[in-house]
T-cell receptor, first 114, second 114 residues
Framework: GENVEQHPSTLSVQEGDSAVIKCTYS??????FPWYKQELGKRPQLIID?????GEKKDQRIAVTLNKTAKHFSLHITETQPEDSAVYFC?????????????FGSGTRLQVQP | DVKVTQSSRYLVKRTGEKVFLECVQD?????MFWYRQDPGLGLRLIYF???????EKGDIPEGYSVSREKKERFSLILESASTNQTSMYLC?????????????FGSGTQLSVL
């Protein structure tokens, strides 16, 4: 089955700096890669996703890049703000074959220092 | 707004008890999922279901079973609760639209098994 590894487990940045979280996946059939944000005491929510036919996707201050050859994808947050502090989860899924269920990484706790 | 409701926010049970965790969604989603969330381990898939009366094992199904008698309701059952099942349990539902799949999570049930 799919295995998703996520690094780092914790990340502390100064407000205004950039933050990068990296994930690798094992199943070459995976073609859908979402990122979820979970604020303290709240439920995870989808913030951005990418399909394997696209190399990069941006939404305001967040972007995701995908390297299919290396089975690697990353979340980039620019101009970080205190409200970006949360746990971020990457995930992978083979939407067209096999089970359509997300396999999540272990999470990254991002702390943005004001 | 999509609502995924989990019946209990906190639950304390004794070892050996049979435990039922209930989840109801109001968006007519076909897909429903049960994950458990543990620090440093991320979200791990227990069971999922694509339709009424169908179920699929996730990555950690041992010690659990599920029931989906109605489309809107997906129950997780701990046949004989053990201390290593102390965890946060998250239910989610999803639809498939335009090739992507977005999970809507419930607020979670923090289960303590003593």
């Amino acid at each position: 089955g799919e295995n998703v590894e996520q690094h780092p487990s914790t990340l502390s940045v100064q407000e205004g700096d950039s933050a990068v979280i990296k994930c690798t996946y094992s199943d070459s059939a995976s073609n859908y890669f979402p990122w979820y944000k979970q604020e303290l005491g709240k439920r995870p929510q989808l913030i951005i996703d990418i399909r394997s036919n696209v190399g990069e996707k941006k939404d305001q201050r967040i972007a995701v890049t995908l390297n299919k050859t290396a089975k690697h994808f990353s979340l980039h947050i620019t101009e970080t703000q205190p409200e970006d502090s949360a746990v971020y989860f990457c995930a992978a899924c083979a939407m067209d074959t096999g089970r359509r269920a997300l396999t999540f990484g272990s999470g990254t706790r991002l702390q943005v220092q004001p | 707004d999509v609502k995924v409701t989990q019946s209990s926010r906190y639950l304390v049970k004794r070892t050996g008890e049979k435990v039922f965790l209930e989840c109801v969604q109001d968006m007519d989603h076909e897909n429903m999922f049960w994950y458990r969330q543990d620090p440093g381990l991320g979200l791990r898939l227990i069971y999922f279901s694509y339709d009424v009366k169908m179920k699929e094992k996730g990555d950690i199904p041992e010690g659990y079973s599920v029931s989906r008698e109605k489309k809107e309701r997906f129950s997780l059952i701990l046949e004989s609760a053990s201390t290593n099942q102390t965890s946060m349990y998250l239910c989610a539902s999803s639809f498939i639209g335009t090739g992507v799949e977005k999970l809507f999570f419930g607020s979670g049930t923090q289960l303590s098994v003593l």
